[in-house]
């Protein structure tokens, strides 16, 4: 491999798709941070109610691990997040089951009031966006969407496992 003179590695660079979907990944984290700044909520704060959606529609506990554990937080960092999203009326912390030691996670019905007005816009552009293509073609982006997370998953569960290199190894 050569270096070009700005010290970048000549290479031709990740195939035209896969700039697509860091555009994508940039623009929707955009987006993001500018609903939720409008909204006094932080991106951490969307990403936790994200997680507890996900689990809640399939039926799954959230508890203050499984956030922890989904958005790479310690401690203390999980239960100051879990208190953002309480104190604003969000989240409530429950004990049901037999252990009644496990405090577990549930949105409010005004954490989905308030998640639905953030992202209607960028549902309804999208919408107009997928209009634009067939059931068929829509079948086959999902196809490949869902792909191309499962692809995510098992790299950052790779890099995940990598140990970082040293700060004293020769580069």
């Given at each position: 491999?050569?270096?070009?003179?700005?010290?970048?590695?000549?290479?031709?660079?990740?195939?035209?798709?896969?700039?697509?979907?860091?555009?994508?990944s940039l623009e929707?984290?955009?987006?993001?941070?500018?609903?939720?700044?409008?909204?006094?909520?932080?991106?951490?704060?969307?990403?936790?109610l994200a997680v507890?959606?996900?689990?809640?529609?399939?039926?799954?506990?959230?508890?203050?691990?499984?956030?922890?554990?989904?958005?790479?937080?310690?401690?203390?960092?999980?239960?100051?997040?879990?208190?953002?999203?309480?104190n604003s009326g969000?989240?409530?912390?429950?004990?049901?089951?037999?252990?009644?030691?496990?405090?577990?996670?549930?949105?409010?019905?005004?954490?989905?009031?308030?998640?639905?007005?953030?992202?209607?816009?960028?549902?309804?552009?999208?919408?107009?966006?997928?209009?634009?293509?067939?059931?068929?073609?829509?079948?086959?982006?999902?196809?490949?969407?869902?792909?191309?997370?499962?692809?995510?998953?098992?790299?950052?569960?790779?890099?995940?496992?990598?140990?970082?290199?040293?700060?004293?190894?020769?580069?």
């Amino acid at each position: 491999m050569t270096i070009d003179p700005s010290g970048r590695p000549e290479s031709p660079g990740p195939p035209p798709l896969v700039r697509l979907l860091q555009e994508f990944s940039l623009e929707a984290n955009r987006y993001v941070d500018s609903a939720g700044g409008r909204n006094d909520m932080h991106r951490t704060d969307l990403n936790a109610l994200a997680v507890i959606m996900q689990h809640t529609a399939r039926n799954q506990i959230v508890t203050p691990g499984v956030l922890r554990k989904e958005l790479h937080l310690s401690s203390p960092a999980t239960t100051a997040l879990i208190d953002r999203l309480h104190n604003s009326g969000h989240v409530v912390r429950e004990r049901q089951g037999t252990d009644r030691r496990q405090v577990q996670l549930r949105m409010t019905p005004k954490a989905y009031r308030d998640g639905g007005a953030m992202f209607q816009p960028l549902a309804r552009h999208m919408a107009t966006a997928m209009a634009e293509f067939t059931p068929e073609e829509l079948e086959i982006a999902t196809r490949f969407m869902s792909s191309m997370i499962d692809a995510t998953i098992r790299a950052g569960q790779e890099a995940a496992q990598q140990t970082a290199p040293s700060a004293t190894a020769p580069q």
